[in-house]
């Protein structure tokens, strides 16, 4: 299978509870020994003034942090995406204008960055884990845009990213939160 770097998972409506419940995530790495991402629409209530508050004023809103999934909750990691111009010291590019962002460097030069999250943990998967997982109709993968990164309303981004879709699929956009209560 070729690379996912880069792109988002978006949920099916087969996920039907947990952490990964109507997540879109953003594919940091993928290859055979597995795969590393990040969830994009699940903000948290702690804001990121009160764990990095050095970095609140760099965050795009909501300035909270967000859930990026069940691996290492108690770590932070930032996703940044560059402006047109040279990219900032501690920043590392993973797809595109897209990169980690190192937490305990030097904070961002002003217009260095059009675009900052920080996320509490991350989604991981072994080896071949993620693809039988696709097998299974669990996920959808989908191009990403930089501005999925940092949606003002990352509580609307699944159905967002599906009605952009062709096809069937946007009509998972529609799909009742509870289908039993349908």
């Known amino acids: 299978m070729d690379t996912l770097r880069g792109s988002l998972l978006v949920a099916t409506p087969a996920i039907e509870s947990g952490p990964f419940w109507r997540s879109v995530v953003f594919v940091l790495d993928h290859d055979a020994d597995g795969a590393l991402g990040v969830i994009v629409n699940h903000p948290l209530e702690s804001d990121v003034d009160d764990v990095l508050p050095d970095w609140a004023g760099l965050v ?57 999250r920080v996320f509490a943990g991350y989604a991981g998967w072994g080896p071949e884990q993620l693809e039988s997982e696709l097998l299974e109709g669990a996920w959808l993968v989908v191009q990403a845009r930089d501005s999925d990164l940092t949606s003002p309303q990352p509580e609307n981004l699944w159905r967002d990213v599906l009605m952009r879709q062709q096809g069937d699929v946007r009509f998972w956009a529609t799909f009742p939160d509870d289908p039993s209560a349908n």
């Open 60 to 116: 795009n809103a909501p300035v909270c942090l967000f859930d990026g999934g069940p691996v290492a909750m108690d770590s932070a990691l930032a996703l940044g995406v560059v402006a047109d111009v040279p990219p900032p010291l501690g920043w590392r590019q993973m797809a595109g204008r897209v990169g980690l962002v190192d937490l305990d460097g030097p904070l961002p030069g002003s217009g260095e960055l059009a675009g900052l």
